[in-house]
């Protein structure tokens, strides 16, 4: 056994010794006041959750053991090219809301659509390397809310809704809010329900519906447009879509290790070359395409379970 090794069994051991002897200093103080503990204090939850003084030790063990996984895993270093792109995609989502206060909306879209690209290459590099850590996802979190959440609020505000006075103040902040809450839940939910597809729009599919309807009317026309309802309501709507419970579809579906029809080559090499000849009117459309998409598939999944109940009654 390396010496290394016997540090770490050495840590384990204190922990252990000292998650004994704070159950029974817990136990004693509250064999000796009888009256309830503070809610506030950690060690109150398990004195008032009504669980039995000897059950509550492992509790206590098991806690001091995940902190010290913890830091002990921090203590080993982080990967840094996974979360180095995740730092670039936050860097990008930041360019987008200095260009947007400053006015230059067609440089703040740019930028939250390039965050989308780093955003898909941090996970794939993270799964490709077997480098995905519990601080990777918890920064990627954060980098989303930075670059889809707070970016095309402030951008979508300052180009089109700030004439609405409060309400455009109000819509854009429960953009930014419904996309934390999206990340929220897809964090808990990580590993079960989304296994497969999304619950609710992703937060970057949302983003990019906004930045890709800048980039396509500053193609076709200059200056900002006056008090848009069109674009007021859009927002609102996108915002609601990524607290839903609709099903909608993603990269992460791929499996990139497993051989595919030739066909997919060839389709892949058309987006190319749409990208190519006209990126602005391209992005706007594909945008639209998987907004569409997506909620029709939903009315589809919707009448078809109402069919299967309706069946169901009669049988």
Known sequence: MSSIDIKVCLKYFRFV??????????????GQNSKPANSGDRESLFLNANI??????????????????YNYNMKKGI??????????????????????????????????M?????????????RLTHSTTRFGIEL???????????????MIYKWSIAPFSR????????????????????????GSTESKAFTGMPIPGAASVLASLVIFYYEFWDGVPEKNIFVLLLTLCLALLMVSTLRFHGLKEIDFSKRKPFWILVAFVLFIAIMIIHPAIALFVFAMIYLAEGLLENIYLYYKRKKMRTSEVKK
């Open 114 to 126: 390039i965050a989308n690209v780093f955003d898909g290459l941090d996970g794939w590099v993270a």
């Open 17 to 30: 010794a000292g998650s004994i002897v704070q159950a029974q200093s817990v136990f004693h103080r509250h």
């Open 79 to 112: 990967y840094l090219l996974p979360n180095g792109l995740t730092l670039c995609g936050m860097f990008f989502g930041f360019y987008s809301i200095l260009s947007a206060i400053k006015g230059n909306y067609v440089h703040a879209a740019w930028a939250i």
């Open 140 to 154: 990627d979190s954060l980098s989303d809310l930075v670059a889809f959440g707070v970016a095309p609020a402030v």
């Open 52 to 69: 039995p003084q000897v059950s509550a030790m492992p509790l206590i063990f098991l806690a001091n053991i995940r902190n010290f996984n």
């Open 167 to 190: 309400i455009g103040i109000a819509v854009a902040f429960f953009f930014a809010a419904c996309g934390a809450l999206r990340l929220a839940r897809y964090n808990v939910q990580m």
